[in-house]
């Protein structure tokens, strides 16, 4: 059982380049979520999905959109990367219902020179 | 809005020594909260969560915490360290709509022998 997948773990990309990070979750939970990790910061929400077809902002949205492309997949977009945009990035998943534990991917490392 | 603090980004012990990481909360609504851990370049791990019910809530590896409303606390404790508790762990309260996790900063616990 896989849990979430994320792709890439790693990526560079220079300021101006798109790229898309890839989630997947094999639990079959409705909810799917998009996190930043910066030192000093903990986790801060980007965007979520709470169910298929739907999706909301978090506390720091600017330069992404995501797409929730079916139940299991949700990916994020940076259209015109920013240095302000190193740094590492988690998918989760969880079920839909208040109290429910989030399952999280192992992470990709992204690097904007 | 729902808020949590961690208070100490690093704490240290040494090995067979009481572990108590602290965290405090703000929630518009009563609050559910979750205790995380996380290995070095990995992701996020489940600890405890507290929904309702005992306000003393066992996790894995030992830990637990404790839900105290009058303080708007849920620290977590672990009687006797080990080396390999050494990480970073994360306190969350969930949304007010109860569609996502808000995070703490983190705390790292470093263990010496």
């Known amino acids: 059982n896989a849990g979430v997948t994320q792709t890439p773990k790693f990526q560079v990309l220079k300021t101006g380049q798109s790229m898309t990070l890839q989630c997947a979750q094999d639990?079959?939970?409705?909810?799917m979520y998009w996190y930043r990790q910066d030192p000093g910061m903990g986790l801060r929400l980007i965007y979520y999905?709470?169910?298929?077809?739907?999706?909301d902002k978090g506390e720091v949205p600017n330069g992404y959109n995501v797409s929730r492309l079916n139940k299991r997949e949700f990916s994020l977009r940076l259209e015109s990367a920013a240095p302000s945009q190193t740094s590492v990035y988690f998918c989760?998943?969880?079920?839909?219902?208040?109290?429910?534990?989030?399952?999280f991917g192992q992470g990709t490392r992204l690097t904007v020179v | 809005a729902q808020s949590v603090t961690q208070l100490g980004s690093h704490v240290s012990v040494s090995e067979g020594a009481l572990v108590l990481l602290r965290c405090n909360y703000s929630?518009?609504?009563?609050?559910?909260l979750f205790w995380y851990v996380q290995y070095p370049n990995q992701g996020l791990q489940l600890l405890l969560k507290?929904?309702?019910?005992?306000?003393l809530v066992k996790g894995i590896n030992g830990f637990e915490a404790e839900f105290k409303k009058s303080e708007t606390s849920f620290h977590l404790t672990k009687p006797s360290a080990h080396m390999s508790d050494a990480a970073e762990y994360f306190c969350?309260?969930?949304?007010?709509?109860?569609?996502?996790?808000?995070f703490g900063k983190g705390t790292t616990l470093s263990v010496s022998s």
């Open positions: 989760a998943s969880s079920e839909a219902l208040r109290g429910s534990e989030a399952f």
């Open positions: 639990m079959n939970h409705n909810s």
């Open positions: 999905s709470a169910s298929e077809g739907t999706t």
């Open positions: 929630s518009s609504v009563p609050p559910y």
């Open positions: 507290y929904t309702t019910g005992a306000t």
């Open positions: 969350a309260v969930s949304n007010q709509a109860g569609t996502a996790l808000i």
